[in-house]
């Protein structure tokens, strides 16, 4: 079993920048596709961006392309989000999530990832 521990989100300006990271237990991480979902208040739950196993390719969400970026370090087990240029809009609970070992995904698809993190709030202040 995977369990993702997401880092402390936290309270931001409009325009400032945060870091999120997520470490991941046990041996797999290598193996599975990350990715980073959003929910804001009365929302439904979506794809930020998502990165494949070896760190070599990455995909974003139009909202947030150019802003944030995501990237994994695999002998640390632990994928992360820095956030840029912040929004009132980016204000959410995010969400880091794994998908099967050795199993490609449909980046923006939630369905596909088996494993979640407790999510860390994010707010942004304008």
């Known amino acids: 079993q995977v369990q993702l521990v997401e880092s402390r989100g936290g309270l931001v300006q409009a325009g400032g920048s945060l870091r999120l990271s997520c470490a991941a237990s046990g041996r797999t991480f290598s193996s599975q596709f990350m990715g980073w979902f959003r929910q804001a208040p009365g929302k439904e739950r979506e794809f930020v961006a998502a990165?494949?196993?070896?760190?070599?390719?990455?995909y974003y969400a139009d909202s947030v392309k150019g802003r944030f970026t995501i990237s994994r370090d695999n002998a640390k087990n632990t994928v992360y989000l820095q956030m840029s240029s912040l929004k009132p809009e980016d204000t959410a609970v995010y969400y880091c999530?794994?998908?099967?070992?050795?199993?490609?995904?449909?980046?923006?698809?939630?369905?596909?990832?088996?494993?979640w993190g407790q999510g860390t709030q994010v707010t942004v202040s304008s």
């Open positions: 999530a794994a998908g099967r070992p050795g199993r490609a995904v449909v980046v923006g698809r939630g369905t596909d990832y088996d494993y």
């Open positions: 990165i494949t196993r070896s760190g070599g390719s990455t």
